[in-house]
């Protein structure tokens, strides 16, 4: 697949995940999908067992807002902002893409902050 192809299946998936369309984000899904969260300590192995985590996830998946992606061959690195009930999150996803499916994703997130006064000089607001 190129990259434009690459692009619309993460964008595809992002607003799958965000409509909590299941069967549909399944689809994008290699059978031998991986799914890691480096936070917890997470390995999820198969589509199946990752889209029944999606389904089961308490009060329902958070509302993204999808800020950008880009992609470099079968890499595509998504950047997002997620709404949970405890409050907004950043986030990274990283893609792995193989034949049009999604093989893996590796997902980072963290609470935004307020920045320290002390770089203030050096640096300014995105």
Not at 25 to 53: H, Y
Not at 69 to 85: H, I, S
């Amino acid at each position: 697949m190129d990259e434009r192809e690459n692009r619309d299946t993460v964008e595809q998936a992002i607003a799958l995940l965000d409509k909590q369309d299941w069967d549909g984000l399944g689809e994008l899904f290699a059978d031998d999908f991986v799914l890691n969260w480096p936070q917890s300590g997470e390995m999820v192995r198969g589509k199946q067992n990752c889209v029944t985590i999606f389904r089961n996830y308490p009060g329902g998946t958070p509302t993204m807002e999808l800020k950008q992606v880009r992609v470099a061959g079968d890499l595509a690195v998504a950047e997002a902002t997620f709404q949970y009930p405890d409050g907004t999150y950043n986030g990274v996803m990283i893609f792995e893409l193989r034949d049009g499916k999604i093989t893996g994703e590796t997902d980072y997130f963290a609470q935004p902050f307020e920045a320290p006064e002390w770089r203030a000089q050096w640096v300014e607001k995105s």
